[in-house]
């Protein structure tokens, strides 16, 4: 955990984490899952305009849940992925445990807790993809690390 909260402290990101957020399930670019083989939840932009202006783009790890069901550990980007030349801010959520369906128009509830890397454009798909895959063992590794417990009973409790 030192390194991420090194990171942090770099970024300033200490007094913003956690963060919690809650938003719709929105459709996204459709490249996640189909292009990456790591399918995402796009948060509706209206809750991405509200994060703090100095709350940087790139690649987090935590928790999230879908409708009020079952707390997941997740890896999620903010920005505008460099890669694809996006021209709107996204915030795309990829939960760590297979879902069957699609779940557009739920409510996601989102625990920003730790910082991986900043945003990045790659010279190839393949790139981006092993990149991704390093972020998601990363963030298993950092969330070993915490207590999901209390923080579940703190932020996901309704």
């Known amino acids: 955990m030192l390194l991420i909260r090194t990171i942090g402290r770099c970024m300033h990101l200490d007094r913003h984490l956690p ?3 809650r938003g719709r399930v929105v459709t996204g670019f459709g490249r996640g899952g189909k292009q990456l083989g790591c399918p995402t939840a796009n948060i509706e932009e209206a809750v991405v305009e509200t994060l703090p202006a ?5 690649v987090f790890y935590g928790l999230a ?3 009020g069901e079952q707390v997941d550990k997740m890896v999620m980007s903010i920005g505008w992925n460099p890669h694809y030349k996006n021209e709107k801010k996204t915030l795309e959520v990829h939960l760590l445990r297979q879902f069957e369906n699609d779940f557009y128009d739920s409510m996601m509830d ?6 991986i890397r ?4 790659f010279n190839s798909l393949d790139e981006l993809r092993a990149a991704i895959s ?3 063992t990363l963030a298993k590794e950092e969330l070993k690390k915490v207590d999901t417990e209390s923080l579940i009973q703190q932020y996901f409790q309704s």
Not at 118 to 121: E, G, K, R, Y
């Open 19 to 21: 963060y919690f957020l």
């Open 54 to 58: 100095e709350f940087p783009c790139g």
């Open 65 to 67: 849940r879908v409708d």
């Open 110 to 115: 989102v625990l920003i807790l730790g910082f």
């Open 118 to 121: 900043p945003m990045t454009a």
């Open 134 to 136: 390093s972020d998601i």
